[in-house]
């Protein structure tokens, strides 16, 4: 096209359609890619959390590949470590199924007793009813099996690929830097990397944070259900902790297992609503005080922008989605405030700002002048 030739512009119409279906792919090649790009999103955000520490051991004279095996053993020792400890808390839980089976035939004849005095339903009618739907169970047993073996394999399989990723990553990182330079060839390489170490920043300090919040939280469930007399306390607790994933309601869901068992070990019920009182009470103080105070400002997006975020993303991915939600968002921040004509859209995704109050005169605005002026004024004498 001859650049003297006039801009064509086209209806608004048409803008929004290639707007509204832009969208659509985008969110079909996102499911529907979902098996490379979920492990890839995830090799990410742990490559940006390692990436400190490669270069602590590239600094001591480690060669590069074995600094990154390093960071990978590491890695899978921590998690390792964890899965052992989480196996031993579900072994022990196990050694009570006997009790929690022959407490809930207990409660399920008291169910039965009511329904057959209060409702008139016959015990023959309940049994049958509850036959069907438990032969209907078994039936689909080989199905829900099936299904169950192919998620654990896909686990794997993502665990894999998270692994191989992060290693290529961080073994490559400065292919990956140059290729953004010869990309974006028309920005200047400082601005480049001004974006990509605030990238690093929002991801590092939102990973850090979490696994603070985790850890307080899961210390002050810990706590409230010793203090109650639950069993497993350490399991439950840091169990309905680590749901804090899941913003806004993931400890309240965290609760349901740990009261669903006191209330069947327990012959009191108060004891299941203390449960999820100590719960709710927690998740009250990791929202408003624990995360606010150790996260802060670093991932600032503001809740509506947030919700939003999380049912889109987990319509798209899931579970994972619902994980990698938050992330995402902040770094689609980061990378909208980067670009002048975005930016209206990074601020409308960050905390909303007080506005100023009105100014109802031209002789306030002279007052507030004049004490600014002075209080200039008397900095300058001091000095």
């Given at each position: 096209m001859?650049?003297?030739?006039?801009?064509?512009?086209?209806?608004?119409?048409?803008?929004?359609?290639?707007i509204?279906?832009?969208?659509?792919?985008?969110?079909?090649?996102?499911?529907?890619?979902?098996?490379?790009?979920?492990p890839?999103?995830?090799?990410i955000?742990?490559?940006?959390?390692?990436?400190?520490?490669?270069?602590?051991?590239?600094?001591?004279?480690?060669?590069?590949?074995?600094?990154?095996?390093?960071?990978?053993?590491?890695?899978?020792?921590?998690?390792?470590?964890?899965?052992?400890?989480?196996?031993?808390?579900?072994?022990?839980?196990?050694?009570?199924?006997?009790?929690?089976?022959?407490?809930?035939?207990?409660y399920?004849?008291?169910?039965?007793?009511?329904?057959?005095?209060?409702?008139?339903?016959?015990?023959?009618?309940?049994?049958?009813?509850?036959?069907?739907?438990?032969?209907?169970?078994?039936?689909?047993?080989?199905?829900?099996?099936?299904?169950?073996?192919?998620?654990?394999?896909?686990?794997?399989?993502?665990?894999?690929?998270?692994?191989?990723?992060?290693?290529?990553?961080?073994?490559?990182?400065?292919?990956?830097?140059?290729?953004?330079?010869?990309?974006?060839?028309?920005?200047?390489?400082?601005?480049?990397?001004?974006?990509?170490?605030?990238?690093?920043?929002?991801?590092?300090?939102?990973?850090?944070?979490?696994?603070?919040?985790i850890?307080?939280?899961?210390?002050?469930?810990?706590?409230?259900?010793?203090?109650?007399?639950?069993?497993?306390?350490?399991?439950?607790?840091?169990?309905?902790?680590?749901?804090?994933?899941?913003?806004?309601f993931?400890?309240?869901?965290?609760?349901?297992?740990?009261a669903?068992?006191?209330?069947?070990t327990?012959?009191?019920?108060?004891?299941?609503?203390?449960?999820?009182?100590?719960?709710?009470?927690?998740?009250?103080?990791?929202?408003?005080?624990?995360?606010?105070?150790?996260?802060?400002?670093?991932?600032?997006?503001?809740?509506?922008?947030?919700?939003?975020?999380?049912?889109?993303?987990?319509?798209?991915?899931?579970?994972?989605?619902?994980?990698?939600?938050?992330?995402?968002?902040?770094?689609?921040?980061?990378?909208?405030?980067s670009?002048?004509?975005?930016?209206?859209?990074?601020?409308?995704?960050?905390?909303?700002?007080?506005?100023?109050?009105?100014?109802?005169?031209?002789?306030?605005?002279?007052?507030?002048?004049?004490?600014?002026?002075?209080?200039?004024?008397q900095?300058?004498?001091?000095?």
């Open positions: 001859n650049p003297s030739s006039p801009e064509v512009r086209f209806p608004l119409y048409a803008r929004i359609a290639a509204l279906i832009s969208m659509v792919i985008l969110v079909y090649g996102l499911h529907t890619l979902q098996g490379l790009l979920i890839l999103v995830f090799a955000l742990f490559a940006v959390l390692l990436l400190p520490l490669a270069r602590r051991l590239e600094s001591w004279g480690v060669p590069r590949i074995l600094a990154v095996l390093l960071c990978l053993i590491l890695t899978l020792t921590v998690i390792s470590g964890i899965l052992y400890a989480v196996s031993m808390q579900v072994s022990n839980f196990a050694e009570v199924v006997p009790q929690l089976i022959e407490r809930g035939n207990k399920l004849n008291q169910i039965q007793n009511y329904a057959d005095e209060q409702f008139n339903i016959d015990r023959k009618r309940q049994i049958t009813e509850v036959r069907k739907y438990v032969n209907q169970l078994l039936a689909e047993g080989g199905t829900i099996l099936t299904t169950t073996l192919l998620a654990t394999t896909s686990a794997l399989t993502d665990v894999f690929l998270i692994l191989l990723f992060i290693f290529f990553f961080l073994l490559y990182r400065d292919f990956f830097r140059s290729f953004f330079y010869k990309a974006f060839h028309t920005t200047r390489q400082s601005k480049i990397d001004s974006v990509m170490g605030e990238i690093s920043r929002v991801v590092k300090d939102y990973l850090a944070g979490l696994a603070l919040v850890l307080v939280t899961g210390t002050l469930m810990t706590v409230g259900l010793l203090i109650l007399g639950v069993d497993y306390a350490v399991f439950f607790g840091f169990f309905g902790a680590s749901l804090v994933l899941i913003p806004y993931g400890i309240s869901l965290g609760s349901l297992l740990p669903a068992y006191t209330l069947v327990d012959d009191n019920p108060l004891k299941a609503l203390a449960v999820i009182g100590v719960f709710l009470f927690v998740q009250a103080m990791e929202g408003n005080f624990i995360t606010p105070y150790i996260v802060g400002s670093k991932v600032s997006i503001n809740p509506l922008a947030a919700i939003i975020s999380l049912i889109l993303w987990e319509n798209i991915w899931g579970l994972a989605g619902l994980v990698l939600a938050l992330p995402m968002i902040a770094i689609i921040k980061v990378l909208l405030d670009v002048d004509s975005l930016k209206p859209y990074g601020f409308l995704l960050g905390e909303a700002e007080i506005p100023p109050p009105p100014i109802n005169s031209l002789e306030e605005v002279i007052e507030e002048l004049s004490e600014r002026i002075e209080e200039i004024g900095v300058d004498e001091k000095e």
